[in-house]
């Protein structure tokens, strides 16, 4: 255990120069000839005009100054160096908020909604709804430290109760996930209820044991199948042999380019507008670069294997999260879409379920304004 140090940010030109080489070097495969190349993978026709972006219009030193607009550290807590965004808002100390973010994912996915949910009086809210925020790498992602082997999100959450407690001081907490952070934080609610008050997530990630009780879970296990089989390929490699697409990614910014914006598409919620629209090419060129630019593509897929070596989602007989948990069920979720509210009641001590008009995977990151709504609201009926 260590006490935080300052970090920030650095790509120097040798090293992004050397990325950008290896884009424009990048020897382009045949793309098929199609009226929807979604459908194949990741569009040929919009990487290549991502790829064209990021090489004369996306303003890399720019995106760092952005990154190290907010403070934050890095710690040691049991074997490794967490990186964290620690803003101490209007709440002085007083309503501390844990975001975890996931794959493909980073710690930037909240930037949109920092600034509301952390200085609310500054955006038209009351001072009494601020948080003191605190936005960690995901173990082996981004600019923390990397493992050695596949580590879970169990024994993230046990990291990150650390952190919270012993590091910073927080013996009370809230927390809010989505993808794999919403796994971490429902770790964090079943594990370290003495010290977390209550969690919020936009995606469940336990589940109870036993089939389906009722025929709209019998209808959402179907729809869940289907969707997995037509979008989860990713989820199937990188949880058996997940070193293999880290053999194809090294070195290749391109390829991972391709694999990360691919989920950003297929996942985003895009019936009222394009994918264009919902995401800029600079958001989506940060994300990247995080991978890209901290080696981070290779351990992040290996937190899919982790998943299963540390026994899955599904809860024991008798088990469940006792914490009250709020959930937001943002529509246009096309893989892992919620439940009913039946079968989320057996993982968890629902108290609060919201149905959002709009928004998808990314949350934070594709309805800012939605997300912090929600969780302001949460946040004083859990206090």
């Known amino acids: 255990m260590s006490k935080p140090e300052p970090f920030a940010v650095d790509w120097s030109e040798p090293d992004v120069a050397d990325v950008l080489g290896r884009i424009r070097a990048y020897p382009w495969p045949p793309i098929p000839k199609v009226a929807d190349g979604w459908a194949y993978g990741c569009d040929g026709a919009f990487l290549k005009g991502l790829c064209a972006y990021w090489l004369d219009g996306y303003d890399w030193r720019g995106a760092v100054a952005e990154l190290n607009r907010y403070p934050q550290f890095r710690a040691r807590v049991e074997d490794f160096d967490l990186h964290f965004v620690h803003v101490v808002g209007e709440a002085q100390g ?222 024991k007989e008798g088990e469940r999260c006792e914490v009250p948990t709020a959930f937001a069920n943002f529509p246009g979720e096309a893989l892992y879409s919620a439940p009913p509210r039946s079968l989320a009641e057996r993982a968890y001590n629902i108290t609060r379920w919201t149905d959002m008009p709009r928004g998808g995977h990314f949350a934070a990151m594709e309805q800012p304004d939605l997300f912090v709504q929600d969780v302001r609201a949460w946040a004083r009926e859990a206090a």
């Open 94 to 315: 007083r309503r501390p908020l844990l975001l975890s973010h996931g794959w493909p994912g980073s710690h930037y996915e909240f930037w949109g909604a920092i600034e509301q949910l952390a200085f609310p009086s500054r955006h038209g809210g009351s001072a009494a709804d601020a948080f003191d925020l605190v936005i960690p790498s995901l173990p082996g992602f981004g600019f923390s430290s990397k493992p050695e082997r596949p580590f879970g999100q169990r024994a993230t959450a046990r990291l990150f109760n650390e952190l919270m407690t012993r590091v910073l001081g927080y013996d009370r907490y809230l927390a809010q996930g989505g993808d794999w952070g919403a796994l971490v934080t429902s770790c964090l609610g079943f594990d370290h209820g003495e010290h977390v008050r209550a969690i919020h997530l936009n995606m469940i990630g336990l589940r109870p044991p036993g089939g389906p009780k009722s025929e709209a879970e019998t209808a959402w296990m179907t729809r869940s199948s289907a969707a997995m089989d037509m979008l989860g390929a990713y989820f199937r490699l990188q949880a058996s042999k997940p070193q293999s697409l880290a053999w194809l990614g090294a070195g290749n910014p391109v390829g991972q380019a391709a694999w990360i914006v691919e989920r950003f598409y297929d996942w985003c919620d895009r019936r009222e507008q394009p994918f264009e629209k919902v995401f800029t090419r600079d958001q989506l060129l940060t994300n990247v670069m995080i991978y890209v630019m901290t080696g981070s593509f290779a351990t992040g897929a290996w937190y899919y294997r982790a998943l299963l070596e540390e026994g899955g989602v599904v809860l």
